[in-house]
């Protein structure tokens, strides 16, 4: 799926629900438009896998620390293998490239997970809208949303048709697909594709950040609050001009800490001695979600929608920080 970031210099390992690593091997290796591949991967020991539902990611460990978060694209009836879908994206930082040019099937691989910070709500009527590599999680979504008897449409942007992955399932579903190769049909029609405002309807977007940002602009200015839901590639830009020194307090043990103008959350409390589970360090993949019991939080994550922003009781300590001069976590 999406590629994310690497783990965060001072961030443990990432774990799987039951606290720990999973091994596993590549069972199938497929190639599935020119430059994305698509991986099955099975636990070494035959077990079944954590239970995930449409929209989880899991942490791939690739090499040494590197962790790069991919979205589950497969079946999640299926407790024996995960599938992930990986694009060679030369300009990443490392993670897809390595995967591409090193992993084969009967390799080892070991990973964390599934967490999910994109689950698909319960509407009467979806909107999907994937670019490029976007279609993984979108892809197991509509699947759930078809079981399910919903009404939906995608919408799925590509650079070119034979650079879009997934393309013969898809097209199983008829009209209600969309491909919308950019060599040939130019830039997506927004507009056009989300059409009027309808409080039924949940629109679901995963792709580049221009593609994002465009549908978060149309929908933030006439749809409902809480119809949009996203998930992105990376983070967005942080303004941190604003990037004042405040207290933290520690609610388990009462403790205070402070938290310096250019330290962040995460890192104050592992010099504390408190370690909180990241693995993104950019507030993308929602693994260092920490409670929030006091104080306002500036939120500066990619994952979190407004709604969930502004209920002020979670934040991502890998980057967000404090607007009030102190933040009681509940750790």
Known sequence: MTEFTSLSPSSTVTLDAGGRKIETTVIARVDAASDVILLTLAAQDGAQLPSWTPGSHIDVHVQGAVVRQYSLCGDPDDRYSYTIGVLDAPASRGGSRHIHQTLRTGDSLTIGGPRNHFELVDAPRYVFIAGGIGITPIAAMLREAERAGKRWTLVYGGRTTESMALREELATF???????????????????????????????ACGPEPLLAAIENICDSAWRPGALHLERFAAKEIDDADDAQFELELAQTGRRLTVPQGTTVLDALADSGVHILSSCGEGTCGTCETPVLDGVVDHRDSVLTKDEQDRNDCMMVCVSRAKSRLLVLDV
């Not at 989300?194 to 629109?203: C, E, F, I, K, R």
């Open 174 to 204: 008829g009209d209600r697909v969309t491909f919308w190769p950019q060599d040939i049909a130019g830039i997506i029609d927004l507009p056009t594709v989300l059409g009027l405002p309808d409080d039924s309807t949940a629109v679901y």
